[in-house]
Every structure is written in C-alpha cells, then in structure tokens.
C-alpha cells in the first residue's frame, strides 16, 4: 500500500462507452501524473499537474480528458476509445516537481473492446 | 528531449551481483530515480541520485555521473524475489521520465 488508490483495478468498455478513471492520494503531496504503460511498452508519462494545474500534456489524444479538482483527487475521463488505448493505467503522486520520489497506485488496467 | 537507453533483459544466478546500466539524455535535470516493477503490479521506489557518486541501501547501489549522463544499479546478494523490472528514471523540468527497463531474470 503506497497511499495512492486507484478505482477500478480492472475496465472493460466499448469504443462508444464514456467512462472514467480515480485517483485519490492521502500523502499531502503536491504534484499528481497518469501514465500509460502497454506491454513491451515503456511507461508514457500523460498529463503532470502542480498544485492542482496542468503543467504537462505529453502529446496526448483529445479523447482523453484528465481533471484535478484539488490536491488529492485526480481523474482521467475516456470517451470514444480505440482498442490500442487498452493498457494499464497508472496514476502517481511526488511531494513537488523538482528532486522528490513519485508513489505508484496500482493502476487500472483498461480494455477496450 | 529526452533519452533512455538501458539493457532489455539480464539474467543472473542467486546469491551473485549484477549491474544494471542506464545512459540519458534530459532538458533539465533534478536527479534520477531506480525502480523497481514487478509484472503486474505497479512501480516501487528503490533509490535516487542527484549528485555524483554511489548512494547504498542494503543490497541495492545506485551511482550517478552527471556529467557522462550514466547511472547504474548494483543488485548485491541477489535473490529470487529480486526478477523484476528495473527501471531508470531521470527527473527533468516538470517531467518523470521512464525508461523501457530492464528485465532481470534470477535463477538457482
């Protein structure tokens, strides 16, 4: 347990469905990330946020969607889904963005069907 | 950019030592992190360097040279829990980036 809790574990949705996925840390940390990790795959960094802003979109498609209402919380929204989308899903905390250790949830794993 | 380059797979026997390698290229650069992944699950935190030389933890090492952009991790008294996936991770400006990792087999 790593203090980062993500919801659900598992998905399995249509390329028409809309769902989304939670991220919620207890750690008091400031800075929140999701990354996508495909087999064979590296992991992807997707979206950064800083005190509850976006400082970060790696070049990620418009079909996803992340939100940060505060500190603790961050979620990703998915709508319209291709099935190379499904992988898993990993969200993180770090006290900062400069020299501190990033806390893995232990990710949602996505399949789009 | 950024650049990660690190062995795909090693494979080691108990009880020895391995190394693993990392070189990298980063705009920005606030140290670099070790972790450790095992398959299915999610990435553990194992060290982390932000000046030059070796940092110890028990089994585990991890040196850093800045100016060569090259890091290691040195795996000690290697046992069977420790096949895992360790990944290479240098801290650049806002961003955590991972390399691919690389793939440690241990066996009797």
């Known amino acids: 347990e790593t203090g980062v809790t993500q919801t659900p574990r598992h998905l399995v949705m249509g390329m028409t469905n809309k769902k989304s996925l939670k991220c919620e840390q207890h750690l008091g940390h400031n800075a929140m990330y999701w990354y996508k990790q495909s087999a064979k795959k590296p992991l992807e960094l997707m979206f950064v946020?800083?005190?509850?802003?976006?400082?970060e979109n790696n070049s990620v498609p418009s079909r996803f969607s992340p939100e940060c209402p505060n500190s603790s919380h961050l979620f990703l929204h998915l709508h319209t889904l291709q099935p190379e989308d499904s992988a898993l899903y990993l969200c993180a905390s770090s006290q900062d963005l400069k020299n501190t250790e990033a806390f893995f949830g232990q990710g949602t794993r996505l399949t789009v069907v | 950019g950024q650049n990660i380059d690190q062995p795909t797979e090693m494979t080691a026997t108990e009880g020895a030592i391995v190394q693993i390698n990392c070189t990298y290229q980063t705009s920005g650069f606030n140290g670099l992190f070790w972790y450790q992944q095992h398959a299915g699950e999610a990435p553990t935190f194992l060290s982390y360097n932000v000046l030059d030389g070796l940092e110890e933890k028990g089994r585990f090492s991890s040196f850093l040279s800045r100016s060569k952009g090259y890091s290691y991790l040195l795996l000690k008294e290697l046992q069977m829990k420790d096949s895992a996936s360790y990944l290479c991770?240098?801290?650049?400006?806002?961003?955590?980036?991972f390399g691919a990792g690389t793939r440690l087999a241990v066996h009797p």
């Open positions: 991770a240098p801290r650049g400006y806002n961003k955590l980036i």
């Open positions: 946020y800083s005190l509850e802003e976006r400082v």
